[in-house]
C-alpha cells in the first residue's frame, strides 16, 4: 500500500528526491516519515510529518539538509534530499501512523519495500 520510489546513485554533494506514493487507502489523518538502514546497522528514524498541521521533524544527522513534505491530494509523501553525503548511503522506508508523530518505528503500522539511495565519494 506504500510505494517508495526515486532511489539511485549520486555523487557527494548531489541531491535526490524520493516519494512514498499510497494506494489502497488514504493516509490523509496519518503521520508520515522515512526511515533507513543501512548494510549491518538498525534502521534509523530519518524525518517525519503530522497530518493535521503539517509540523515536521528531522534527525539531527540530515537536519537542514533533507526536507519532507506531503501532498495529501496525491497521497504521496516526499523526501528532498540535498548535499548528500556517503553516510546517507542505505535503503529508505517511508510508513505511516496512524497515532502521530513519533522517531519509534514501532508505532508505524505501514511500510514501504524501501528504495536504494546510494552516495559516491
Known amino acids: 500500500q506504500l510505494q517508495a520510489s526515486g532511489g539511485g546513485l549520486v555523487q557527494a554533494g548531489g541531491s535526490l528526491r524520493i516519494s512514498c506514493a499510497a494506494s489502497?487507502?488514504?493516509?490523509?489523518?496519518?503521520?508520515m516519515a522515512w526511515f533507513r538502514q543501512a548494510p549491518g546497522k538498525e534502521r534509523e528514524f530519518v524525518a517525519a510529518?503530522?497530518?493535521?498541521?503539517?509540523?515536521?521533524y528531522y534527525a539531527d544527522s540530515v537536519k537542514g539538509r533533507f526536507t519532507i513534505s506531503r501532498d495529501n491530494a496525491k497521497n504521496t509523501v516526499y523526501l528532498q534530499m540535498n548535499s548528500l553525503r556517503p553516510e546517507d548511503t542505505a535503503v529508505y522506508y517511508c510508513?505511516?501512523?496512524?497515532?502521530?508523530?513519533?522517531?519509534?518505528?514501532?508505532?508505524?503500522?505501514?511500510w514501504g519495500q524501501g528504495t536504494q539511495v546510494t552516495v559516491s565519494s
Open positions: 510529518i503530522t497530518w493535521n498541521d503539517g509540523s515536521t
Open positions: 489502497g487507502r488514504t493516509f490523509s489523518t496519518y503521520a
Open positions: 510508513a505511516a501512523s496512524p497515532i502521530g508523530y513519533s522517531s519509534s518505528y514501532s508505532i508505524y503500522d505501514y
